[in-house]
């Protein structure tokens, strides 16, 4: 259970520990205010997939104004607990160290390399694969159920933002759409940049299959994972338990808001003379051709041939592809053996 999850985490170093479920919740109802305020162009796309973003801004940048202008939980979360612990424990903000424990990759890039803001309210994240034999060893020797620390009601709708649909879940607007799995994800970008998608409120759309559970940092099997989510949101139910009017106050003071808009980001000529742009071109696909093809995100670029591009560009190296790192470790090892 998520309490017992989160007095293991304290046990093994963490001062303080903070289910993001309830802030979950909380954007889910500023992303609200923010449909209800905004009667533009639709549909409005999530900003809550950092690949997402970047897919749009690369392949689409015509639809980075549909972005919506909300920070991710994550972001909110961090932002309101270094708030609160300075005030609590009488030390600067900038003592704190808050550190985001993920099943995605791609969050790391985003909290190093923020897109919407200066600097991210994060300082680091962690796999959740990282501490998971950890964490498990400690809870098979607890002698009797473990009580959390003073901590936020955890929320049902929150608990559902790990799997699509989650976001839209405790929405009003009930034409809204979910879509996960790289494929479907361009293959509806597509639609709604041609105009075929115009009756659609919001768009929620994650890059991992059946989303953040599907992450490439988690450990259970996502099938399995999906089916324990779904039951603890019937343990904790699918009421609100925030304040539609805290939110409503917070949101109209901006502290769900962006620092500044997605900016467009598409893809330039690989060099300003026609020779060399040739030999890059040539290059990239050398590159491509060693990738593993699997369009994860985990590098941080939306898919395979972009982060070639990235590589050519400069703006990458090889040894970011985690696949090809595990498979250079698993060459050294044999190595090793055969010496010995």
Request: glycine content about 6%.
């Amino acid at each position: 259970m998520p309490d017992e999850i989160l007095t293991v985490l304290k046990d093994i170093g963490f001062d303080h520990v903070y289910d993001e479920a309830l802030v979950c919740e909380m954007t889910s109802l500023a992303i609200e205010e923010y449909l209800d305020k905004n009667r533009g162009a639709r549909p409005i796309i999530s900003s809550t997939c950092p690949v997402v973003v970047r897919l749009v801004q690369r392949l689409f940048p015509s639809l980075c104004k549909l972005i919506v202008p909300i920070e991710p939980p994550r972001e909110v979360a961090a932002k309101n607990l270094r708030k609160e612990i300075s005030k609590e424990m009488k030390i600067s903000k900038e003592e704190i160290g808050i550190i985001h424990i993920t099943p995605c990759a791609a969050k790391m890039v985003s909290i190093n390399h923020p897109e919407t803001m200066k600097k991210s309210f994060l300082d680091g994240a962690m796999a959740i694969r990282e501490i998971y034999n950890e964490i498990m060893m400690k809870l098979k020797k607890a002698a009797q159920p473990l009580k959390l620390h003073a901590q936020s009601p955890i929320s049902g709708i929150g608990i559902g933002w790990a799997i699509p649909g989650g976001e839209i879940r405790g929405m009003k607007y009930v034409n809204s759409v979910s879509v996960s799995g790289v494929y479907d994800t361009i293959r509806i970008l597509e639609d709604v940049e041609s105009g075929k998608i115009k009756d659609i409120e919001y768009l929620e759309c994650l890059i991992c299959p059946d989303g953040c559970i599907g992450g490439p940092l988690t450990v259970e099997n996502r099938f399995i994972a999906k089916s324990n989510i779904l039951r603890l949101i019937r343990i904790f139910g699918d009421k609100r338990r925030v304040s539609s009017s805290l939110v409503t106050r917070l949101y109209e003071n901006k502290f769900f808001s962006f620092e500044h808009a997605v900016e467009p980001k598409p893809f330039l000529p690989l060099d300003k003379d026609r020779r060399e742009a040739i030999k890059k071109l040539k290059l990239k696909e050398e590159i491509i051709k060693k990738l593993p093809g699997t369009d994860c995100g985990i590098c941080g670029a939306p898919d395979c041939n972009t982060f070639a591009e990235d590589i050519v560009r400069g703006n990458a190296i090889l040894q970011d592809c985690i696949y090809l790192r595990a498979k250079e470790h698993k060459r050294k090892e044999r190595h090793g053996k055969e010496k010995h």
